[in-house]
T-cell receptor
């Protein structure tokens, strides 16, 4: 069974500071990794994805993430955050999930990023 | 515009009164899924559908039903809602197995 652990439930930072949101996963098979962002009262938007190839993945809004297979991690980073980055961020893993061929997307519990002026 | 549309956005109902939340996508996606989002628990899969007339249980299917009679529609049915089904619900769709999910804007359900 696959699982995702987001190590911080809340991360407060000041504007223009760097940020790292941590994500670890477990899976017995090859996985595909995603980060989603949820702004208040909205659905989830894809920030970036890792399917294969380069382990450093760049996404929208200046975010990037690095896939580390040996540490089973997929941490999200941004060198300088803005007030508008305040949102909840979800790490997710997709892998084959047994009967029914369900490549289920399993989510972490989310990290609330709050950017303060 | 490519999108997943859920209705209604907000719904308040009473225990035991059957309700349906509709979901429609215009991207010709084979795969559709329902999630519920609860504070501190993230998103949990309720049901999914690999294609028309093919549905299966996710992690938290109790108290829910779905149907997939057409490719574009995937309604979520609560036959007898209970207060523990108060939650934020998301419908999502995708194409191939490693493609990202596209999400609707959510339905906030309150059962009193």
């Amino acid at each position: 069974a696959q699982s995702v652990t987001q190590l911080d439930s809340q991360v407060p930072v000041f504007e223009e500071a760097p940020v790292e949101l941590r994500c670890n996963y477990s899976s017995s098979v090859s996985v595909y990794l995603f980060w989603y962002v949820q702004y208040p009262n909205q659905g989830l938007q894809l920030l970036l994805k890792y399917l294969s190839g380069s382990t450093l993945v760049k996404g929208i809004n200046g975010f990037e993430a690095e896939f580390n297979k040996s540490q089973t991690s997929f941490h999200l980073r941004k060198p300088s955050v803005h007030i508008s980055d305040t949102a909840e961020y979800f790490c997710a893993v997709s892998g084959y999930s047994g009967g029914g061929s369900n490549y289920k997307l399993t989510f972490g519990k989310g990290t609330l990023l709050t950017v303060n002026p | 515009e490519a999108q997943v549309t859920q209705n209604p956005r907000y719904l308040i109902t009473v225990t035991g009164k059957k309700l349906t939340v509709t979901c429609s996508q215009n991207m010709n996606h084979e795969y559709m899924s329902w999630y519920r989002q609860d504070p501190g628990l993230g998103l949990r899969q309720i049901y999914y559908s690999m294609n028309v007339e093919v549905t299966d249980k996710g992690d938290v299917p109790e108290g829910y039903k779905v149907s997939r009679k057409e490719k574009r529609n995937f309604p979520l049915i609560l036959e007898s809602p209970s207060p523990n089904q108060t939650s934020l619900y998301f419908c999502a769709s995708r194409t191939v197995y490693n493609s990202p999910l596209h999400f609707g804007n959510g339905t906030r359900l309150t059962v009193t």
